[in-house]
Structure formats: C-alpha cells, structure tokens
C-alpha cells in the first residue's frame, strides 16, 4: 500500500532514472542507501551530502539504525515537502529530527515521511486527528477544517506580518482562547511555522504591479477552499475561484485564473516562476504553517519526554524565524531571474487594502464569534498580536 507514494517521492526528489547524469546516480545512490538502512536514513544521508560516499553513507545508516534500535518510542512526522526545500521553504523538518532525538537523549526515534509520501495538507491533519501517523506539517488553511479556530488567522490584515503571526501564536491569549479549541480535536501543536504573509502575484499578460485594491476590481483570483480568504477577495472587487493547489499552475498557465496568493517562497517551491510577472507584498494574511501531533500519543509519553519534544519543538521555531530572510531572499533571487517583479505598497496604499477589507470592518464580527467565541476574546487576541514577544522574525 505504501511502496506507490514512497516511489513518487523518490521521483519528485531526483526524477527519472535515464542516465549517468548526477541526479540520476545521486537517485540510484539514494534507492540502495533505503535498501540497507530504510527511507529516513537515505534521507538523512541525502541532507548531510554524505549521499555518494559509501562510507559516509553506511555511517549515516549505521546511526540512524543504532538511533532507533537505542529508542523507547518511534515517531513519524511527515511532511508534503522534501528535506532540502528548506532553503526555500524553511519548513525545517530535518532540524525538529535531529532537536526531538537529541532532547529526549535518544528515547524518541523520529522517522521522517517527507516529499508527501503519505500524502498532503488535509490529508496529513486527518492522519494525525486519527492517530494514524503521531505528527504532521499542514498549512493552516489546510488544517482549519479539522480545527475551525485556527481560520480566524485568515481574516486579514490583523497578524498578516510576520512579527505580528508570532506575537499572536506564542501570546497568553492564544494558549487560553485558542490552543484548548485545537486540543478538543484531538490534535497538540507542536509549532507554527512561519514562511511569510501571503502576496498578489499576477500571470504574464496581467498589467501589474497592483497597487491599490482598487485594481484587483474583475481580477479573477484563485483562492483555496477557505471562505474566510473568499469573502477577502470578494470585498476587494476581485472574483473568488476556487483551484485546488495540485490544478492551480495549469489554471494560471490557461487564463482560468489571473491571480493567486501564496508566500513568494511557496510561488518559487511550487513551480510557478514561468507564469507570473508581478508579485506585491500587500501583507494581509500569513501564509503559516503548523506540526501537530497526535494529542492522545503526545499524552501517553511520560511527563519529561513531553516537556523534551516541547523544548526541542521550541527550538526549532527559532531556527525556523532564522532562516525565514534568507529564504525569502533566495527565492525572489530565483523568480527575479526569469523576469517576475515585485512592489511593495507604500504606507498611504497599504492603508487603502486596510480600510477596504481589513479586520475592523462589521462583515468580520460574526467569524470573529464564531471562531473567537466573542468579540471579547479576539480583541484579547488582537492585543496580543500587537504585543512583542520574547520571540523576532524579519518582516517583508
């Protein structure tokens, strides 16, 4: 049943086998490396570029075969993104690993599932509510579905900017209004990983860049299944249409969409470099990202590994929020040399995208009760997204 997703994950990783070129022997290197010691030691050995060196490689098997032979409990964390897309992407699974085995000295063997192997955003929630896998990377429009409260980050323009997402997730008030409605679910955050806000970014042929919202008037917009970032487009003047992801380049490519609006680290992982010619950080909602784990497996662990994977899972929040300019850079480093642009509204047109659909507006207050419980709570919410943390990150 598995050896399907598996094999398309190795194909995603290094493509086809039909040469001597390098990725083709890096991929055989990779497919006899999963022979010997299994597909999290192929990985690790992969990210480490211990890949093509046989001695390096067996080392890399030998630990990780030591590692979870030496370990009271086994944890498969999977992702839809392969180890090294953090450069681009700092999802930074590899990182939370190494920071789980470490912290827990050894008791938890954390067996990675990347490259989407058992599947994708809801698909990974489920897994977890279900305890059928204990963790999983899931992006929050993805995982609001089986947890609600968590979609109240796509009402805009209250904790698009980074600083204001981190603030807001590590506040008192997420953790009393929030963290118990995720738990009811069944699900134990581990961390919320910050990419960055979501953009504008046009296909060719779209006159660019957006500016004002006023200019988003007809655009047709692919937006995800979230009616919450419907209603925002709708409010803009833009036309709402529903893409799934997995269609969405084609739906670009074809005219069917004009627009769409994920991280510009998300446009560059995904593929969309050839399509696009502007892209404006108009800054409105977080384009985040979450690892959950199974609450009822997290509560079964004895009290110090909890606290272990909590510390370790801290940690790798702040490798995360390190990474995050770097991986920004690189990614518009990369759109930027096939020709796509990018605006930053100034501070009189970002007031405009405020007034025109911001949070403040009475179309929100009945999510926000919905979702909140009641104006009261969000403004609690609110204040502490406008409260810094202990915690920076980089703004765009």
Known sequence: MMHKPRQEGINFMFGKDKDNTPQSM?????????????????????????????????????EERERKKAAKYTMTIATAYIVGASRSYPIMQLDLKENIQNMTRGAVYVKLAPGGQLGAGGALAQKVQAGTIQAAQHSLSNFAPFAPAIDLINVPYWCGENQKFINLVNSKAWAEEI??????????????????????ALRKGIEGPIKTPEQMEGIKFRVP?????????????ANPTPVAWGETPSAIKQGVADAL????????????????????????????????????????????LQEAIEFAS????????????????????????????????????????????????????????????????????????????????HDV
């Open 26 to 62: 890096e991929r055989r290197r990779f497919l006899e490396v999963m022979g010997k010691g299994g597909f999290t030691a192929a990985v690790v050995a992969g990210a480490s570029g211990t890949l093509l060196s046989s001695e390096a490689s067996a080392q890399a098997v030998n």
């Open 179 to 200: 963290t118990p409605k995720v738990e009811a679910k069944g699900f134990k955050p581990l961390w919320y990983v910050c990419i960055d806000p979501r953009v504008v």
């Open 225 to 237: 299944g979230s009616k919450i970032l419907q209603q925002f487009y709708r409010m803009l003047g």
């Open 261 to 304: 609006d994920p991280s510009v680290e998300a446009l560059n992982v995904f593929g969309f470099k050839d399509v696009l010619s502007w892209v404006t950080f108009n800054r409105s909602v977080p384009d985040a990202q979450v690892f959950s784990c199974n609450l009822e497996w997290f509560n079964s662990l004895p009290a110090d």
């Open 314 to 393: 801290e940690v790798t929040s702040l490798q995360n929020l390190a990474k995050v300019p770097a991986a920004r850079a690189y990614a518009m480093a990369m759109l930027s040399k096939v020709g796509v642009q990018f605006y930053s509204p100034t501070d009189d047109e970002m007031e405009q995208w405020v007034v025109k659909a911001g949070h403040q507006r009475s179309e929100w207050d009945e999510i926000k009760i919905e979702l909140a419980g009641s104006k009261a709570a969000f403004d609690k919410l609110l204040e502490g997204a406008n409260t810094q943390s202990r915690f920076y990150v």
